[in-house]
């Protein structure tokens, strides 16, 4: 049996496409507007107690539309460090496949205990219920 060689570049760019599909959903349908399209959070159906990607949907369509300061309402965390790690990465990764760098990105023992802690951390943060950190808190019931 013949395998089919497919590029190398192929499954970036292939991700890059399905992330620009979301994008453009996202642009067209409010999360707000249409709750039936928008992805419910169980941890928060379960507990009441917001996750730490609580309002990132949200927060990316506000983004999309222009509203830096909505974004960071709804979801600081997705707006200031998840997407653009994910950016990075993934241009990271495009750049080793097309061979435009020699290696994608890794990620190390060290990095993947930060990333571990700043998670954790930002989740127990924007439930507590006082001020200032209670405006970490996702503002739509569902997360």
Known sequence: MTRIRRPAWLAPVGVGTLGLVALGALAVLDPEQRAEFAPRCPFRLLTGFDCPGCGGTRA???????????????????????????????????????????????????????????????WIVRNLPFEPFSRLASTAVGG
């Open 60 to 122: 990316v369509h506000a983004l999309i539309q222009g509203d830096l300061p909505l974004a960071l309402d709804h979801n600081a965390f997705a707006v200031l460090i998840t997407l653009p790690l994910l950016t990075v990465a993934w241009s990271m990764w495009l750049a080793a496949r097309a061979g435009w760098r020699e290696r994608g990105p890794t990620l190390t023992p060290g990095w993947t205990y930060t990333l571990a802690t700043v998670i954790t951390t930002f």
